[in-house]
C-alpha cells in the first residue's frame, strides 16, 4: 500500500523535470523547446500507464539485468528520444541505487547530462551492478553447463537462464537445439544421437519424451525426497 504513495510522488517529480528538459534546448526556438516539453509530458504519462519497476540496487546482479529488459519492453511501445528515457528512468532508480545515481550525474557537465543516451545509461547501471568480471563467470558457467543428475525441467531452466549471457553461441534455433542436446545426460543424449533436430521446441519434445519412458526425472526426484528424509 505505502508504493502507491511513493510511486505517484516520483512521477510529480518526473514531470516538474520535463520543464527542466525543455530549457536544455538552448540553440532551439522557444516555440520549439515548448513543443519538445509537451511532447515528454505525453511520453512520462505513457511510461507511467505501464507501471514500470523500481530498482533499488540491493536485490543482486541478475535483478540489474531483469530491471533493464523490463524497461525496454515498455519502450518498445513508447516513441521517445534517449533523453526521455533517461528522464523517465532515473526516477524509478530508488534508495541505494538512487543515492548512487545522483552522485555519478553530479561529476557530468549540463551538456553530458543532456547528452547521456540510452545505451550509456544502461552501460553505467550495468558496469555497476552487473560488473564485465561476474558476467564472464555466468558465460564460463554456461560453457561448463551439463544435466548430470538434473531433472530435465531444472537443467532446461538453467540452460535458458546461463544462454542470455552467450547469446553469439546460441543464435539460431539450430546451434541452441545441438548444445543443449550435447550437454544432455548420457541416458537420453545416447537415444538422440540418431536423430538430427533442426529447431529447440523438438529437442525439448524428444527428451522429455525419453526421460519421461526411462524414468528419470521420477528417479531423480524420489532420490531427493529420500536424501532429505534421511537427513
Known amino acids: ?54 530498482f533499488n540496487g540491493i536485490a543482486g546482479p541478475l535483478a540489474a539485468e531483469e530491471w533493464i529488459r523490463g524497461l525496454e519492453r515498455i519502450f518498445k511501445h513508447l516513441s521517445c528520444t534517449d533523453a526521455q528515457k533517461v528522464l523517465c528512468v532515473e526516477f524509478m532508480l530508488v534508495d541505494a541505487a538512487g543515492h548512487w545515481w545522483e552522485s555519478v550525474s553530479r561529476t557530468r557537465t549540463e551538456a553530458q547530462q543532456r547528452n547521456l543516451t540510452w545505451a550509456r545509461f544502461k552501460e553505467e547501471v550495468m558496469g555497476k551492478y552487473f560488473p564485465q568480471a561476474l558476467r564472464d563467470r555466468k558465460e564460463i558457467e554456461f560453457l ?18 546461463l544462454s542470455r549471457y552467450t547469446t553469439h553461441l546460441v543464435d539460431t534455433e539450430q546451434k541452441k537445439a545441438r548444445r543443449f542436446e550435447l550437454r544432455l545426460r548420457p541416458e537420453i543424449g545416447g537415444i538422440m544421437a540418431s536423430h538430427e533436430f533442426t529447431t529447440y521446441s523438438q529437442v525439448l519434445q524428444r527428451a522429455q519424451a525419453i526421460a519421461n519412458r526411462l524414468g528419470l526425472d521420477q528417479t531423480t526426484q524420489e532420490s531427493t525426497e529420500f536424501s532429505g528424509k534421511r537427513k
Do not use: C, I
Not at 527542466?20 to 505513457?46: F, I, M, R, W
Open 144 to 161: 561448463q553447463l551439463k544435466q548430470g543428475k538434473m531433472a530435465l525441467l531444472d537443467y532446461e531452466r538453467k540452460f535458458e537462464q
Open 1 to 54: 500500500m505505502a508504493r502507491q504513495p511513493t510511486q505517484a510522488a516520483m512521477f510529480r517529480d518526473l514531470l516538474r523535470a520535463v520543464q527542466d528538459l525543455g530549457k536544455q534546448q538552448t540553440q532551439a526556438p522557444p516555440q520549439n523547446a515548448q513543443t519538445n516539453s509537451n511532447t515528454t509530458s505525453s511520453v512520462v504519462e505513457q511510461f507511467r500507464r505501464y507501471k514500470p519497476p523500481t
